[in-house]
């Protein structure tokens, strides 16, 4: 550590009450002195940077008046604001007024600035987070590793395991390797912002102790656990298992199976499967003990809709489909049904989809046939979505953040059959299959607006607000380009949401990938038009209407 020291004033010169600003080397610090001696602080307010020698000063306290952040000048200690302004030693000799400057090296700049950030997080000081993690970027820490903080700061006070926030952070973490330098503190900020709103003051969640996976390995105990709702026993033999040196491949069997029992919560149990193996294979696999669990108690709270009346035809249907057969049917690349397949998935005859999907493994298409079909039909969705919809909430709710869950399901489920294909992982497929007919319960048979020529970049339309403009450029710009404005414009508070901004997050990501798998823009030019449209910010009307026909009729709201 460098320290530099330098005589700054007479001591005779400056009077009880006043305050000066003075250099020491390349410093500028403000010097006070009050009943108590000398003060040195750090002239810029840590807030924005605003100079502390022009605000007030009151006893041992001094104001910075552009916002009243108030700091004590004996050692810099914030009494009102987010963080403390760093204090100097100050020393008299021989009439000379001396402040002594140490630079401290980067090791200790960055556990400085960690410790600051886990309080920030604590409070959800948004400006502190940012702050702190670009003071670690710049003393050369990854800026994965300061996501990685965030996340074990927050993640065992989950409430329900495994959620939005964490989910939108690993997409956060797959931006912060597509940008460079301090660009790369967007999603940095973004994803422990997130993390730090979502589980603001919660208390931990307790944990089990780690149980040894029994001789034969657990799996099959394992599923029945998560199918008996046992979180904990579920959580702690999983753990246990990964202790013991469970790798990557049998983990996701673990995680997945159970999973594609059911169609879970809305298609949210695979996307954050997905989502957390790939936090994962980021961060480095030795982190999956702390992780995963996390998982197991979201399979385990989420709602088996499968298990509903809406849903009882469409599981006759694929029950009765066949689909250990089917799977092993040979992939047939020049399989030409795709059109047709999605034009029976923008319809709403459930059944007819079952068939169509089944009739598609026959033809060749595989499982990844299906999916393709699947996320182009929900891309058909979601360019023709009536943008009028979201500024009136109705009994269904139904809005911009449930029909992109077609978009974000498909593409989970693509993961999920790459990474343990099987008969399993094509019922998941299935269930896709039904989520994107189910929507269009609400499409009204609407066809999808006239797209002109461009008029505008895809980053102005995105700026502007203007979807048609939007898609139009993502029909036609280079797709690299394409990607990345969805990105920067997700990653943009376009809202004021979190649940909003996460679903910006992860939609985006999701177009792009399956732009490049489908070889079709349809998927990032539906992402646009989701970016650049107003979507409903909270539910509380919509809480209104359903509160109100609940307790006036004692009926749910109609399907």
């Not at 088996?304 to 849903?311: I, Q, V, W």
Request: aromatic share 6%; hydrophobic share 45%.
């Amino acid at each position: 550590m460098k320290t530099i020291r330098a005589e700054v004033a007479k001591q005779a010169e400056m009077a009880v009450g006043t305050m000066r600003m003075v250099r020491v080397g390349d410093h500028r610090i403000v010097l006070v002195r009050t009943s108590t001696g000398f003060h040195a602080l750090d002239n810029a307010c840590p807030h924005e940077g605003y100079g502390l020698v022009q605000g007030a000063l009151d006893g041992e306290m001094l104001t910075c008046e552009w916002h009243n952040w108030k700091f004590r000048v004996s050692d810099g200690s914030c009494v009102l604001g987010e963080e403390a302004v760093a204090s100097h030693i100050v020393t008299i000799e021989d009439g000379d007024v001396v402040v002594s400057v140490s630079e401290p090296d980067d090791e200790t700049v960055r556990g400085r600035a960690s410790a600051s950030l886990n309080r920030g997080i604590d409070a959800q000081y948004n400006g502190q987070i940012a702050r702190d993690s670009l003071r670690m970027m710049h003393a050369g820490a990854d800026p994965i590793d300061i996501i990685w903080q965030g996340v074990s700061r927050t993640a065992p006070r989950t409430e329900d395991g495994w959620n939005h926030a964490l989910a939108m952070t690993t997409d956060c973490i797959a931006a912060v390797g597509e940008m460079q330098g301090d660009d790369r503190l967007i999603p940095v900020a973004q994803a422990i912002a997130a993390l730090a709103e979502s589980e603001l003051r919660r208390p931990e969640r307790p944990r089990g102790s780690p149980v040894p996976a029994p001789l034969g390995g657990g799996f099959e105990q394992f599923q029945a656990l998560v199918e008996a709702e046992r979180a904990d026993d579920a959580d702690a033999l999983l753990t246990g298992a990964l202790l013991e040196g469970l790798n990557r491949a049998e983990a996701a069997r673990w995680l997945i199976q159970p999973i594609c029992d059911h169609h879970l919560a809305f298609g949210h149990g695979v996307i954050y499967v997905q989502k957390a193996f790939e936090m994962l294979d980021a961060v480095g696999w030795e982190h999956a003990p702390a992780m995963l669990g996390h998982v197991v108690v979201t399979q385990v709270v989420s709602t088996r809709e499968d298990r509903l009346p809406y849903m009882r035809p469409f599981m006759r249907a694929l029950d009765d489909a066949q689909l250990g057969r089917r799977v092993q049917c040979e992939v047939d690349p020049q399989w030409a049904g795709r059109d047709a397949l999605v034009e029976v998935l923008l319809g709403t005859d459930q059944l007819a989809a079952v068939h169509a999907a089944s009739a598609a493994l026959d033809a060749g298409a595989g499982v990844t046939g299906v999916l393709d079909a699947v996320a182009l039909a929900a891309s058909e969705r979601m360019l023709r979505h009536d943008l009028a919809h979201e500024q009136h909430p109705d009994l269904s709710g139904y809005g911009w953040l449930d029909i992109t869950h077609s978009l974000t399901y498909a593409n989970a489920a693509r993961w999920a059959w790459h990474t343990d294909p099987g008969e399993h992982t094509a019922r998941l497929a299935l269930y896709t299959v039904f989520h994107v007919v189910d929507g269009g319960r609400y499409a009204n048979g609407r066809e999808r607006p006239p797209v002109g020529a461009p008029t505008a970049s895809l980053h102005d339309a995105l700026a502007a607000g203007d979807p048609q403009a939007g898609v139009a450029a993502a029909l036609t710009e280079p797709n690299a380009d394409v990607a990345d404005a969805l990105v920067r414009a997700s990653l943009d508070d376009r809202s004021g949401a979190l649940i909003v901004v996460a679903h910006h997050v992860k939609t985006a990501r999701a177009a792009i990938r399956e732009s490049e798998a489908t070889g079709s823009r349809l998927p990032m030019a539906a992402a646009a038009r989701f970016l650049a449209a107003p979507a409903r910010q909270r539910f509380v009307s919509q809480g209104v209407l359903r509160a109100r026909h609940f307790l006036t009729t004692g009926a749910p709201p109609p399907r």
